[in-house]
């Protein structure tokens, strides 16, 4: 039930702010570039627009709502409200991955109906996206300002977006194929295409460790970061 609470709290929070407008109007201007992009092209595409947009939103746009929860104060309360650590990094995820997974699903619907495997995209969009929120949670936590996230954040994005772009153009690794981002393209690829087959298991499995990697990492840094503002728990 707080868990349910909180990632409501955070859906009001990134609604007073926009989000759900600007990724409405984000999601029309991809859904139409892929729309009249040639046939041929239009499979690339939209798997590597997934990436490197709504899959990773959460990256981006994590690191100004932690900056804007703690310029508003509101970290100095968590440690008044009965939230878990795991409950308020959940609840981030969670939040954002919504605005991901709802975008990427209009974006191929809208430009490449009938030929997409709905669920396999659709559970590879959300916890990819929950794992590069929580990785840009535990970067914000570094950060004082919008600009010294993003000197911290682009170098990482870069090792999550930069390797699936590789392998995308057939210029691969075995290092790169076990990378998050590699994973997480190389699903979205298949389920754009309809093409699920039994590998396809393997990299789900392969991104729920992600998953839990980033999980622990964020539990690691995002608790005593919100203890150093005077709203940690004792």
């Known amino acids: 039930m707080r868990l349910l609470m909180a990632t409501a709290n955070d859906i009001r929070y990134q609604a007073k702010y926009g989000f759900y407008f600007l990724y409405a109007f984000i999601t029309v201007v991809y859904s139409a570039i892929l729309y009249f992009l040639p046939d041929q092209h239009k499979s690339i595409g939209a798997s590597l627009i997934l990436l490197t947009d709504p899959a990773t939103l959460g990256f981006f746009f994590v690191g100004g709502i932690w900056l804007l929860e703690k ?3 509101i970290h100095r309360f968590y440690g008044a409200s009965p939230l878990k650590p795991i409950e308020y990094l959940l609840a ?10 709802l975008s990427a699903f209009f974006i191929v619907r809208f430009s490449n109906p009938g030929s997409a495997d709905y ?3 659709l559970v590879s969009i959300f916890a990819g996206s929950c794992i590069f929120t ?4 535990t970067m914000a936590t570094y ?7 993003m000197v911290r954040g682009i170098p990482v994005g870069m090792v999550l977006i930069l390797p699936p772009m590789l392998v995308a153009f057939h210029i691969s690794h075995p290092a790169l194929e076990i990378l998050p981002g590699t994973i997480l393209w190389q699903l979205i690829d298949l389920s754009i295409k309809g093409q699920v087959e039994p590998g396809s298991i393997v990299l789900l499995f392969g991104l729920m460790i992600w998953l839990g990697i980033s999980t622990f990492i964020a539990l690691l840094r995002v608790p005593s970061a919100l203890q150093s503002e005077g709203g940690g728990k004792k």
Not at 134 to 137: A, F, I, W
Not at 143 to 149: E, F, H, W
Request: charged letters at 10%; glycine letters at 8%; zero cysteines.
């Open 119 to 121: 669920p396999l995209l």
């Open 92 to 101: 981030k995820a969670l939040s954002l991955a919504m605005i991901s997974t």
């Open 134 to 137: 929580l990785l840009g949670l």
């Open 71 to 73: 310029d508003e104060g």
């Open 143 to 149: 950060s004082n300002s919008v600009n010294s996230y």
